[in-house]
């Protein structure tokens, strides 16, 4: 059983570019939920996503945006980034119905 | 809204010994689950243990136990014969159950960095 993946482990953006963030699913899980955790905070959630469709989203503007796919991988998608956007971004994995979400190593995204 | 609290931002405990770390959480809901997770310098967001609040029994998982007061609140995690691998931040989290059965997103505090002292 392979566990949460996420790519790439690090990046580097200036302000206004685009980014784009990945993440695979744990074998069997169609569940994937998408944080984002500032230095020195918890993280938050920014959205969530069942069988491709958008099924909860937090406090973030539209420039972050989400896709599932048939296989339950993810993507993450943010426009115009700003400094603010320079954190730790978390996937976890879960089923519907297991209660548990399992997260993956995040992408470290510093934006310039 | 749900707010997840953990007042103490750093501990401290002997290796061996037994250290509690806080919790409390506001909910008005009444079927939730309770999570703490550990994450190590690594940045591996890990699950230690996880509590269903229709349940009173408190969970235990090895060195960890929870004390779950569901009418205060209150959530606190015990780690008992700490070992120097335990050293890492931890978060306690708060999910509730969406319509359907599944898991709401898990809205966490802001952690607690735990020393283990060789």
């Known amino acids: 059983e392979t566990g949460v993946t996420q790519s790439p482990t690090h990046l580097i953006k200036t302000r206004g570019q685009q980014v784009t963030l990945r993440c695979s699913s744990q074998s069997g899980h169609n569940t994937v939920s998408w944080y984002q955790q500032a230095l020195g905070q918890g993280p938050q959630f920014i959205f969530q996503?069942?069988?491709?469709?958008?099924?909860g989203r937090g406090n973030f503007p539209p420039r972050f945006s989400g896709l599932q796919f048939p296989n339950y991988s993810s993507e993450l998608n943010v426009n115009a980034l700003e400094l603010d956007d320079s954190a730790l971004y978390l996937c976890a994995s879960s089923t519907v119905l297991a209660k548990k979400q399992f997260f993956g190593p995040g992408t470290r995204l510093t934006v310039l | 809204a749900q707010t997840v609290t953990q007042s103490q931002p750093e501990m401290s405990v002997q290796e061996a010994e037994t250290v509690t770390l806080s919790c409390t959480y506001d909910t008005s809901e009444s079927d939730y689950y309770l999570f703490w997770y550990k994450q190590p310098p690594s940045r591996q967001m890990i699950l230690v243990i996880r509590q269903e609040a229709y349940k009173q029994q408190n969970a235990t998982e090895n060195r960890f136990s929870v004390n779950f007061q569901k009418a205060a609140k209150s959530f606190s995690l015990k780690i008992s014969d700490s070992q120097l691998g335990d050293a890492a931040m931890y978060f306690c989290?708060?999910?509730?159950?969406?319509?359907?059965?599944?898991?709401?997103?898990?809205?966490f505090g802001k952690g607690t960095k735990l020393s283990v002292k060789p």
């Open positions: 996503y069942y069988r491709e469709e958008e099924n």
């Open positions: 989290a708060y999910s509730y159950t969406n319509y359907g059965g599944s898991q709401g997103n898990l809205i």
